[in-house]
């Protein structure tokens, strides 16, 4: 059959949309379809290796492996990785094209618009369902000349809308019903229906309100989604997703989250491990005098959270740490921030500088060259690990190396202080278990990948139980699209 393809746009970020596309990926293909997830733009320093070779958000590749499939730079075709407050790497089917101001990429987005349609081709051709994800808000009509992420893909594409909104945050009827207000009636057009989320409480206390917004718009109701408590085990995008509950665990971990903080997944197995109390330690706040490990995770900018770092003090908390017997583990950014100095000549992360590092392993990084973006397996101290490489940078020294990787070593063993260029890491649970033990914390029987194959298929359940799902594919049609060249 045609692939068709339905599109899941939110009333404003963070209202749910990745997860929701996420679990639908999983109950289509497991009523047997072909699904493939796409996202034509995104805004996230959390990003993963593809199996082609290029980078994507992070929720898209859990959205590939939802719908069983390998992630495939094609599946988030424009990616922009925020390096300050108003610019951004600008990743353009899994490979990078240079940087961008906030106003300079709004004059670039309608150049992308080819790229974008030809890797969402691709995948159609591939598909029996593709299930769409927006960015942001679908009533940002400031910026829908040129859009290419919201309506401005829908009607190039010709496919249909769902819209999402969050009770949780509350004023949902108003963000609904003001969406229809404000938006184009072209692109109200395109809207076949909405779905409120994160709902908690009596489902029978909303009825009103769900005609309500039905009586304003036009649209049909299609689904009240009660919130989802196991969301948290399911990585996160953006920083706004960082946890800032606590856990109870025994063996007190901290994460430095400097304000450009990346790929802080590589920690969500910590969360999960019942001996841990992980905790993200943000500007301001000093690094707790009891923690057994501190981590300096991957940074999209390492001189200047370099200088944050220094700024917030967290320099002088991490030498403090030590001589009261702590371990430090730099990932990536934080790696290269560990050893002697750290050079960014050609401006790659901002203005060419340099910089002394922390002065704690015995290397040197230079910022150049192409960006490596590779799937890793080796051994660490003899336990095997996989996992993959993605950054900037040249990093050489004396130190003794941390990794065996195939053909070459990696990283540095300082003993209490390591670093290495190695995401996913504490994912593989050989790993996390070597470096729980090393830390005295009691063994755990978690086995981290067989818990997210187990969330998804409940968030499936989960949306099954509260969503139209076979209105929602009758709703999908085939996009109007040209050929792939």
């Known amino acids: 059959m045609a692939a068709r393809a339905l599109m899941i746009q939110g009333t404003g970020s963070d209202v749910g949309k990745s997860l929701i596309v996420a679990g639908l990926a999983r ?7 072909k699904v493939r997830p796409f996202k034509p733009q995104n805004m996230s320093n959390n990003a993963a290796v593809t199996a082609d070779g290029g980078e994507i958000g992070r929720a898209q590749a859990l959205q590939a492996r939802a719908a069983q499939v390998p992630a495939s730079m094609h599946m988030n ?19 990078v094209l240079g940087n961008a101001r906030a106003r300079e990429y709004q004059a670039m987005k309608p150049k992308l618009l080819g790229a974008v349609l ?8 591939e598909a029996d369902l593709v299930l769409v994800e927006g960015a942001g808000s679908a009533s940002e009509v400031n910026l829908r000349a040129g859009d290419i992420a919201n309506m401005g893909f829908a009607r190039a ?11 949780d945050r509350g004023g949902v009827i108003a963000s609904l019903v003001g969406t229809k207000a404000v938006i184009d009636p072209a692109d109200a057009a395109m809207i076949v229906g909405f779905i409120v ?9 909303f009825e009103d309100g769900l005609t309500l ?7 049909p109701a299609l689904g009240l989604v009660p919130f989802f408590g196991d969301a948290h085990k399911l990585p996160a995008e953006d920083a706004l997703g960082l946890p800032s ?12 989250a400097y304000p450009r903080i990346a790929n802080f997944d590589d920690f969500d197995p910590l969360r999960l491990e019942p001996d841990v109390d992980l905790v993200f330690v943000r500007p301001g706040e000093p690094l707790p005098g009891d923690a057994a490990l501190a981590i300096l995770p991957g940074s999209k900018a390492t001189l200047a959270d370099l200088a944050s770092l220094r700024e917030a003090g967290w320099d002088v908390d991490i030498h403090a740490h030590l001589r009261r017997g702590g371990h430090v583990l730099g990932i990536c950014g934080g790696y290269q921030m560990l050893g002697r100095s750290v050079a960014d000549p050609h401006g790659l992360e901002g203005p060419p500088a340099a910089a002394d590092g922390l002065g704690l392993l015995d290397v040197d990084t230079v910022l150049e060259g192409d960006k490596v973006l590779v799937e890793v397996s080796g051994t660490l101290q003899g336990v095997p690990f996989k ?31 390591a670093g290495c260029y190695i995401h996913g890491l504490l994912a593989d649970d050989r790993q996390r278990r070597h470096w729980l033990k090393r830390l005295g914390a009691r063994e755990s029987p978690l086995d981290y990948q067989a818990e997210i194959e187990a969330t998804l298929d409940r968030l499936a359940d989960h949306l099954e139980k509260h969503i139209d799902c076979r209105r929602l594919l009758e709703l999908a049609r085939p996009p109007k699209l040209k050929p792939a060249s």
């Open 245 to 256: 509950e606590r856990s109870a665990g025994r063996v007190k971990i901290v994460v430095l």
């Open 387 to 417: 996992g993959y490489e993605m950054h900037v940078g040249r990093t050489t020294g004396e130190a003794k190396p941390l990794l065996e990787l195939s053909g070459h070593d990696q990283g540095a063993d300082g003993g209490r202080v």
């Open 77 to 95: 075709p424009v990616l922009l990785k925020p390096q300050s407050e108003i610019g951004a790497q600008v990743v353009v089917q899994g490979k």
């Open 157 to 167: 594409a010709d496919v249909p809308v769902i819209l999402l909104g969050d009770i």
């Open 27 to 33: 109950a289509y293909t497991r009523r047997g379809l």
């Open 197 to 205: 989320n994160r709902f908690r409480g009596d489902p029978s206390l």
């Open 213 to 219: 917004i039905t009586r304003h718009t036009g649209w």
């Open 118 to 125: 030809q890797s969402f081709g691709r995948l159609a051709a």
